[in-house]
């Protein structure tokens, strides 16, 4: 089954960490990167840089910032193909941000 | 009986059809139409040696049928593999228990609670929706969407029927612990007996995880606390422990019970659940040995740093002669809110010849009470002193 991952997090969750830890961290996002099982990854800019865009009738509204006005914000993303939804926690489990206060909220993919 | 059998080898049956076909409702449903069919044959043939076997392989040959039917309907647009049925072998040992597989489905943490609960009362303990339904004080409609979705949870998320990971076997047990504790705990009101339905779960538990110390430390702490149920109520009074008439307890299965305690500790459990077990049997002996109940409550105290635990160590020390001790650790406890924190305040207080300080205790334990037998039974003590 494939499953997306979304990695949530307070901006400037890491600003915190050590050396050591930050490198822990950069090491466990390229594992995921280069795990066979990962379809793709993308880490996101910062919500500073989000766009929301609605259509009314034949008008495009576009507004700045993110759709949902959370603490922590969308930040990440990977999508993965997995036997069962306990592999895909195993995965979702070694993602970083999960240790640091964040998130991992895992959705199935509709397959077609 | 007939009724007995089929309680009994609901759970095993199901789990071996989800297991073959990886689909609960499939599976549910070819368990369902054998039953159905047992329930036609057996008054007039009798109950077969076998009957966990016959149900199995007959579901299993429904479920093929089923397959069948659905392939020749569905033949021009793909060819679905289909087993080959089973007809002739009703023999025990080749059947998999896989209720194990099957508990770790029900108990998924990735699944809303009370849809842990409904699922594994209807999958595993093999009660009807209806009676579930009513045991939590819902619709019949409620409580079936409630299964409906837990079931299309597992289906679309791909929770796997299967034994977790040696690394994640023990949190996952406890998930399965904590949902048969709460079916238990809500049993202790006394509606249907979910208090009887958790202990025969604990039993399927303990009989599919015959080494897990902690499995065992809850069965335990259920079959002593169940065998008092009769003793809890006077009518709609709740009786305490000390006023309990014990001719009303279940004294076999307390000793059940008790045996169930041992094989834990021989495991080597240390958990919260074996603790509270050897409380539970502790309080069932005559007499009650005090120091060694509040020794236990101080492990427990230790174990979940609860301030309730404390202030039931307190009681036990009282208990064991030394109200002043157990006032000393009452002092201490940050629980204001707390009713029995003030009752238990006010008894010590009383004990110790502290009647003006008692009084205001219990008032105070009083404005906190919401039920009657509890207003009555600490106006009672107001006017005692």
Redesign the interface.
Same mark, same amino acid.
């Given at each position: 089954?494939q499953?997306a991952l979304l990695i949530y997090a307070e901006p400037g969750y890491d600003d915190g960490l050590t050396d050591a830890q930050r490198e822990a961290a950069a090491l466990d996002y390229s594992a995921l990167g280069d795990d066979p099982r990962c379809v793709s990854s993308s880490q996101l800019h910062p919500v500073e840089a989000a766009t929301c865009v609605r259509v009314d009738g034949t008008r495009t509204l576009v507004t700045d910032g993110p759709f949902a006005d959370t603490k922590e914000v969308l930040g990440g993303l990977a999508l993965i193909e #997995?036997?069962?939804?306990?592999e #895909? !926690?195993?995965m979702a489990a070694r993602i970083p941000a999960a240790r640091l206060d964040g998130v991992v909220e !895992?959705r199935?993919v509709v397959q077609r | 009986m007939l009724e007995e059998v089929f309680r009994d080898e609901w759970g095993r049956v199901l789990a071996t059809l989800v297991g073959y076909l990886g689909d609960f409702d499939k599976a549910e449903d070819a368990t369902q139409e054998a039953f159905a069919i047992a329930a036609q044959r057996w008054p007039e043939s009798g109950i077969p040696n076998n009957p966990g076997a016959w149900l199995t392989t007959t579901a299993r040959n429904q479920a093929i049928d089923r397959l069948r039917r659905e392939r020749n309907l569905a033949e021009k647009i793909r060819r679905l593999p289909v087993p080959d049925p089973i007809v002739d072998e009703f023999d025990d040992t080749v059947i998999k228990d896989e209720r194990l597989e099957l508990i770790f489905t029900c108990c998924h943490p990735a699944l809303p609670m009370d849809g842990q609960v409904a699922l594994t009362l209807r999958a595993l303990g093999g009660l009807e929706t209806a009676e579930i339904a009513r045991a939590f004080l819902v619709s019949e409609q409620t409580m079936k969407r409630r299964l409906t979705r837990a079931k299309a949870k597992i289906k679309a998320t791909g929770i796997p029927f299967a034994v977790p990971d040696a690394h994640r076997l023990p949190e996952r047990i406890d998930a399965v612990l904590a949902v048969i504790y709460l079916i238990f705990n809500e049993g202790y009101s006394g509606r249907v007996d979910l208090g009887g339905e958790a202990i025969r779960l604990g039993r399927v538990l303990a009989a599919v995880m015959p080494d897990e110390p902690e499995v065992h430390g809850l069965l335990a702490l259920m079959m002593i606390h169940h065998a008092r149920q009769r003793a809890r109520f006077s009518g709609e009074d709740l009786v305490l422990l000390d006023n309990q008439d014990r001719s009303l307890w279940d004294m076999d299965q307390i000793v059940a019970g008790r045996a169930v305690l041992d094989r834990a500790i021989a495991l080597g459990a240390r958990g919260a659940y074996v603790i509270q077990a050897a409380i539970a049997s502790l309080q069932a002996a005559e007499p009650i040995d005090w120091p060694q109940v509040a020794d236990m409550y101080r492990r427990l105290a230790e174990l979940t740093g609860s301030a309730v635990v404390e202030l039931n160590r307190a009681a036990a020390l009282a208990q064991a002669g030394d109200a002043g001790a157990a006032l000393e650790l009452v002092e201490r406890l940050d629980l204001d809110a707390y009713l029995y924190f003030h009752s238990t305040r006010g008894e010590l207080l009383r004990r110790l010849g502290r009647n003006d300080e008692a009084r205001a205790a219990y008032r105070r334990a009083l404005e906190l009470a919401t039920s009657t037998p509890e207003q009555r039974f600490l106006t009672r003590r107001l006017e005692e002193l």
């Amino acid at each position: 089954m494939q499953y997306a991952l979304l990695i949530y997090a307070e901006p400037g969750y890491d600003d915190g960490l050590t050396d050591a830890q930050r490198e822990a961290a950069a090491l466990d996002y390229s594992a995921l990167g280069d795990d066979p099982r990962c379809v793709s990854s993308s880490q996101l800019h910062p919500v500073e840089a989000a766009t929301c865009v609605r259509v009314d009738g034949t008008r495009t509204l576009v507004t700045d910032g993110p759709f949902a006005d959370t603490k922590e914000v969308l930040g990440g993303l990977a999508l993965i193909e #997995a036997d069962n939804l306990d592999e #895909a !926690i195993e995965m979702a489990a070694r993602i970083p941000a999960a240790r640091l206060d964040g998130v991992v909220e !895992i959705r199935p993919v509709v397959q077609r | 009986m007939l009724e007995e059998v089929f309680r009994d080898e609901w759970g095993r049956v199901l789990a071996t059809l989800v297991g073959y076909l990886g689909d609960f409702d499939k599976a549910e449903d070819a368990t369902q139409e054998a039953f159905a069919i047992a329930a036609q044959r057996w008054p007039e043939s009798g109950i077969p040696n076998n009957p966990g076997a016959w149900l199995t392989t007959t579901a299993r040959n429904q479920a093929i049928d089923r397959l069948r039917r659905e392939r020749n309907l569905a033949e021009k647009i793909r060819r679905l593999p289909v087993p080959d049925p089973i007809v002739d072998e009703f023999d025990d040992t080749v059947i998999k228990d896989e209720r194990l597989e099957l508990i770790f489905t029900c108990c998924h943490p990735a699944l809303p609670m009370d849809g842990q609960v409904a699922l594994t009362l209807r999958a595993l303990g093999g009660l009807e929706t209806a009676e579930i339904a009513r045991a939590f004080l819902v619709s019949e409609q409620t409580m079936k969407r409630r299964l409906t979705r837990a079931k299309a949870k597992i289906k679309a998320t791909g929770i796997p029927f299967a034994v977790p990971d040696a690394h994640r076997l023990p949190e996952r047990i406890d998930a399965v612990l904590a949902v048969i504790y709460l079916i238990f705990n809500e049993g202790y009101s006394g509606r249907v007996d979910l208090g009887g339905e958790a202990i025969r779960l604990g039993r399927v538990l303990a009989a599919v995880m015959p080494d897990e110390p902690e499995v065992h430390g809850l069965l335990a702490l259920m079959m002593i606390h169940h065998a008092r149920q009769r003793a809890r109520f006077s009518g709609e009074d709740l009786v305490l422990l000390d006023n309990q008439d014990r001719s009303l307890w279940d004294m076999d299965q307390i000793v059940a019970g008790r045996a169930v305690l041992d094989r834990a500790i021989a495991l080597g459990a240390r958990g919260a659940y074996v603790i509270q077990a050897a409380i539970a049997s502790l309080q069932a002996a005559e007499p009650i040995d005090w120091p060694q109940v509040a020794d236990m409550y101080r492990r427990l105290a230790e174990l979940t740093g609860s301030a309730v635990v404390e202030l039931n160590r307190a009681a036990a020390l009282a208990q064991a002669g030394d109200a002043g001790a157990a006032l000393e650790l009452v002092e201490r406890l940050d629980l204001d809110a707390y009713l029995y924190f003030h009752s238990t305040r006010g008894e010590l207080l009383r004990r110790l010849g502290r009647n003006d300080e008692a009084r205001a205790a219990y008032r105070r334990a009083l404005e906190l009470a919401t039920s009657t037998p509890e207003q009555r039974f600490l106006t009672r003590r107001l006017e005692e002193l």
